[in-house]
């Protein structure tokens, strides 16, 4: 029988210049204090510890094993507490530590409730790297998707500027440097346009729900301006040739401008679509606590 | 005689110690055992962008509380799947960013004296597991409604992405706050 924690024990278990009844004294109230103190120490660990608010379960189990050991103890050191914050100060509402990256189980820290106390399934709480991956190359895919839309939106601004001088200038089907500049930047939004699409398209899909929200018409708008990226050269190109041989634009070509003018404001209605609702608040955002 | 006397003192001792062992022990070590349902819930985590204010919306979390010997151990869990922003692509975004599919379930971990739980307010120290980090946060009050039975719960944690080392999105190169509040709405019931 250890008494008071001490190496001064002989061969019999006697410690020496003691008494067997001083002996079972010493022994009855170290047992009941340590009791009282060990269970002080677990029950109300979170009351008397007003500063060190140790949630963590490493802590607490480590403190109910102190609390254990303080039974043979007495006469022992303190040991240092394991893991318990030194900043015990601490601001409210503060997040005291974070810790490592856990398991993908998210098993408890220590014998209390489990997910599966909640009813959920391992099929639920357990993670898929796999789907991880799925959605971080989606999310890589549609970040240049909307890098490419927004650079895309110089080309098809420009080509509607300079649409201005593709007709010919009073019958003068001889000058073609404007015209030929508007081909030039049509054709250059038309290749911005193929490489932005084709990167959503090629994103994977990662839900079969249907879209909600403003990207829901952000693909109602491609309805419109998808033909009308193809339809809009096509028409400028049968314009263009009936210029340089001479002709008036008749026909279905004469339809280009208004093509090219609805192709280019349901891309831009597209790009705020998914913008959508914008609530401007520039003066409070610029700080980033 | 001598060891009669030295029993006396122990049969004397040992009620005194047993005196002083119950003072140690917190006044509700009484009360009985409880098992505690969430009923109903929000969770409601706002975003802020210079373009955007967003709030994103479960109302799928699952709790339960368990009090044995004064002490109550509650665990709140929902998938973070299930907050919902209005805009789906946003929302496969936020679970992109937040890891979510590799770690699928937010949970909260909340260790409360069972004395105080009929308090107005609730002094709680949560431990959030979150894209698969642990953060704590430290006398997070939430105010208490008690009606008959049911215990309406409202409060707000205030967590920040780099609580969780999450990469903050952008959009238009700016990036969103860091701050991500997190409004809890619960109604509990005891069993």
Redesign the interface.
């Known amino acids: 029988m250890v008494v008071g924690g001490s190496s001064e024990l002989d061969p019999m278990g006697r410690v020496h210049g003691i008494g067997h009844g001083t002996k079972a004294l010493l022994f009855a109230i170290s047992l009941t204090l340590a009791c009282s103190v060990s269970e002080r120490v677990v029950a109300q660990s979170s009351e008397t510890q007003a500063g060190a608010k140790q949630t963590n379960a490493p802590t607490t189990t480590a403190q109910q094993g102190i609390g254990a050991t303080k039974e043979d103890a007495m006469a022992l050191p303190d040991a240092p507490l394991p893991a318990a914050p030194a900043d015990s100060a601490l601001d409210l509402g503060e997040p005291l530590s974070t810790s490592a990256l856990q398991p993908p189980d998210q098993s408890p820290p220590s014998g209390g409730l489990s997910l599966g106390d909640l009813g959920l399934t391992p099929t639920q709480t357990e993670g898929d790297a796999a789907r991880q991956a799925l959605f971080d190359r989606r999310t890589h895919m549609l970040k240049v998707h909307q890098r490419l839309g927004l650079i895309t939106v110089i080309p098809v601004a420009a080509a509607c500027l300079s649409s201005v001088g593709a007709p010919p200038d009073k019958g003068n089907y001889g000058n073609t440097a404007s015209r030929d500049l508007h081909v030039a930047l049509g054709a250059t939004a038309v290749a911005m346009y193929a490489a932005t699409a084709s990167y959503a398209i090629r994103a994977p899909r990662v839900s079969g729900e249907p879209a909600r929200g403003g990207v829901k018409w952000h693909k109602y708008l491609i309805y419109i301006h998808a033909p009308g990226m193809v339809l809009t050269p096509v028409l400028g190109a049968m314009a263009y040739n009936q210029i340089n041989s001479g002709q008036k634009v008749h026909g279905i070509a004469s339809a280009h401008g208004a093509v090219a003018v609805a192709t280019a404001a349901s891309y831009g209605a597209a790009i705020v679509a998914v913008s959508w609702p914008i609530h401007l608040n520039l003066h409070k955002s610029q700080r980033n606590p | 005689m ?2 009669f006397s ?2 006396a ?2 049969l004397l ?2 009620p005194a ?2 005196w ?2 119950a ?4 006044s509700d ?1 009484t009360a009985p055992d409880q098992t505690w349902k969430l009923d109903q819930s929000t969770l409601t985590y706002h975003m ?6 967003v709030d994103g919306t479960s109302h799928a979390a ?5 009090c044995h ?3 109550c ?3 709140i ?1 929902a ?1 973070v799947k299930t907050f919902d ?6 929302d ?2 936020m ?3 937040t ?7 937010v ?1 909260v ?1 909340i ?3 069972q004395s105080s739980l009929d308090s107005p307010t609730l002094d709680c ?3 959030v ?1 979150f894209a ?10 939430f105010q208490q409604k008690i009606d008959g039975t049911a215990h309406h719960i409202t409060g707000i944690v ?3 992405l780099s ?3 999450i990469d ?1 999105p952008s ?2 190169t ?2 969103i ?3 991500i509040p997190v409004r809890v709405d619960m109604v509990w019931h005891a069993l």
């Open positions: 001598k060891k030295r029993l003192m122990v001792l040992l110690s047993a002083l062992n003072q140690a022990r917190p070590r802020s962008h210079p373009m955007h204010e699952l709790g339960k509380g368990v010997v004064g002490q151990d509650f665990l869990a998938a922003s209005g805009d789906s692509n946003r496969l975004h679970i992109q960013v890891r979510g599919a590799q770690f699928p379930i949970s971990r260790h409360l004296p120290d949560l431990e597991q698969g980090k642990t953060a704590h946060y430290a006398h997070v009050l205030p967590s920040t609580d969780f080392k903050p959009f238009l700016i990036a706050k860091n701050a």
